[in-house]
Every structure is written in C-alpha cells, then in structure tokens.
C-alpha cells in the first residue's frame, strides 16, 4: 500500500507560511466542527500556498476561495476541510475526485487515502495541477483530463468520491461507480441555491444526506450544467 511520506512543513514552506497555516487551522476549523484528526494533519501537511498563483499568494491562508484561472477557484480552505471529512477517509481508499483545479484538494486525499484519480476539464488547469502534485511528492494522485461527470470507470469501484462542482443533481453514473458501502460528497443545486449532499450505497440503494448549504461554481458536461440552464 502506498504511504506518502510525512514531511515536516519546513522543508517546503518558509516561516512565514508556516504561522499563517497553523493560524488557519486553529482558527477556522479547528475551533469549528472540523473533529478529524487526520483531517487536521493533512490541512496542516499540504502547503496551499504552493497551488495558489502567485499575485494571490499572500491570501493562501485566508478562510475563502481564491481565482485560479479559467474562470474557476480554489475552494476556501473550510470547505476542503469539511467535505473531506464528510468522506470519513482511514488510510485505505481508492477515491475519485471530479474537479482538479488547482490540485490542492486533490493533494489532501492524497495525503489521507491510498490511491486518488482526478479529473479536469480544462487541460491547463489539469497540467498546472499535475505539475505541483509530482513535485510535492505525491506520486498516488493521477490526474485526467476530461468530463469528470462520467467519472473514471476503468479505477472503479470507489470507495469515496468527492465532486467540487456544483451539478443539477447527484450523477447515477458517479453512484454507480462507489464500491459497497461508499461514500460520494457533491454539492447540488444552482447559481442561486445549493447543498452539500452525501450519498451513501448499501448495495443497489443510495441514501442521501442533505447537509449544509454552499456555493461552488458549476459542474460542466454529459450531467452537469447547460449555459442555458445555470
């Protein structure tokens, strides 16, 4: 099984950094419902900064979104917290994530499970992204270029999927594709209204959870938003 290497945030990050990570944990999710200690750990492991383009450095560690180009963003750093932790991750998962970006939310599941294929439709984004993730270390999170609507049959089952756009509704395709007892995070809904849901599979059935309002930019392709529709 594949185990990412623990390095000491010193070895890639400067002090600077280094305090106003610590303050970000502590302050905006510690003291908030973020309970999980691997959680905490990995949010304290991976260095935001590193994927986060440089005239928008300084905000790395700011509790909101941040542009990444391509007219999308970096989810704020609770949001990551809590839909990872809604994904219950022990150490042992295959785990799709459909929405790269910049690569950061990638970089904590692939800190927290075994194996993490992600998927981007933007192909700058995607290589940006797969740069950063290799030179950082993290050598089990592969990433795709494509419509993570369809997700990536051909490394399924899964046994947690988290999607980090918003779609219409949770895709069957996405269901179909969780192992036994999976786990699939997705905020749904629209420009003006979405929820964060998570689904769980108990053999051929789902169960769903609505859990806390949010707001992301779409999800695009084969079952995601239309222009027209958003």
Not at 1 to 23: P, T
Not at 182 to 198: N, T
């Amino acid at each position: 099984m594949f185990r990412k290497k623990k390095r000491k945030l010193k070895d890639f990050s400067d002090g600077d950094y280094f305090i106003e990570q610590q303050r970000m944990v502590e302050d905006h999710l510690r003291r908030r419902d973020i309970v999980d200690r691997r959680v905490l750990d990995a949010m304290l492991a991976v260095p935001r900064h590193c994927f986060v383009p440089e005239d928008h450095r300084h905000l790395a560690y700011v509790d909101g979104p941040l542009p990444i180009g391509c007219g999308q963003t970096i989810s704020q750093p609770y949001i990551v917290a809590l839909m990872t932790q809604m994904l219950a991750l022990k150490g042992n998962e295959n785990v799709l994530e459909v929405g790269t970006g910049s690569g950061y939310q990638a970089a904590i599941l692939g800190y927290l499970a075994r194996q993490v294929y992600t998927i981007e439709r933007h192909a700058s984004l995607a290589k940006h992204a797969e740069t950063i993730l290799q030179t950082l270390g993290y050598n089990n999170v592969h990433v795709l270029v494509g419509d993570g609507s369809l997700g990536w049959v051909e490394n399924a089952p899964y046994q947690a999927i988290l999607v980090t756009a918003a779609a219409p509704k949770a895709p069957q395709v996405l269901l179909d594709q969780l192992a036994p007892d999976g786990r699939l995070v997705i905020p749904v809904g629209g420009a003006s209204y979405q929820f964060l849901e998570r689904w769980y599979r108990q053999g051929d059935q789902f169960d769903k959870e609505e859990l806390t309002p949010v707001a992301f930019v779409p999800l695009r392709g084969k079952w995601g938003w239309r222009d027209e529709g958003w």
